[in-house]
């Protein structure tokens, strides 16, 4: 991964619960297909380039997959976005937001339960492009986490923040060393309060 940013260790995280509620975080911010559910998968997975890209999304690096609820084993009806499609990519999309606040993102992130068992899952956000606003996330490696990593999937919780510049937009990127082997995302949030 870059050296640039910070490295949080999410690998002993607790189990991030789906359809999480959050509170005290500030007003709650408008984020389109926080569950990437359009385009609905019917199949395990579809890849994703930049042009169409998927709703709400812009996908601004090579390509992501979109992963079906039941292969990626969510939990709920959420469906989730593989950061690494055939290599490392990159979504994005404009919050509203207002300048000299604070933003809490929050989401789940999880491992590719096709493959790679064995390796850490990582994955960064930045905002607006700005590379010291980056933080890298590493979930760890799903065989140390769950006794079967083929049966089932494990989630952990992220929290991202940064203060407003006004229409910011949260960058989600994979992992440039995973393959076609990222985190996963879904359902994310954002919140806006006073700095």
């Not at 910070?6 to 500030?26: E, F, K, R």
């Not at 976005?81 to 990519?89: I, S």
């Not at 990582?122 to 590493?138: A, D, E």
């Amino acid at each position: 991964m870059p050296p640039t940013g910070t490295i949080v260790d999410l690998s002993t995280s607790p189990q991030a619960q789906p359809n999480a509620y959050y509170t005290g975080l500030g007003q709650e911010l408008h984020v389109v297909d926080a569950r990437f559910l359009e385009p609905h998968v019917t199949a395990n997975y579809l890849t994703i380039s930049g042009n169409p890209s998927i709703d709400g999304w812009a996908v601004t690096v090579d390509n992501i997959d979109t992963f079906s609820a039941d292969f990626t084993k969510t939990g709920n009806l959420s469906q989730a976005v593989n950061l690494n499609g055939t290599q490392a990519g990159e979504i994005q999309q404009e919050l509203l937001t207002t300048p000299g606040h604070r933003v809490t993102v929050k989401l789940r992130a999880g491992h590719n339960t096709a493959g790679r068992y064995d390796t850490d899952a990582l994955f960064w956000i930045q905002v607006n492009g700005n590379p010291t606003t980056r933080v890298t996330y590493n979930l760890g490696a799903l065989s140390n986490l769950v006794d079967q990593p083929g049966k089932q999937n494990y989630w952990h919780e992220v929290t991202y923040q940064f203060i407003t510049e006004g229409h910011d937009v949260p960058q989600l990127h994979g992992d440039p060393e995973g393959g076609a082997y990222g985190a996963l995302v879904t359902e994310v949030r954002a919140y806006q309060a006073a700095a």
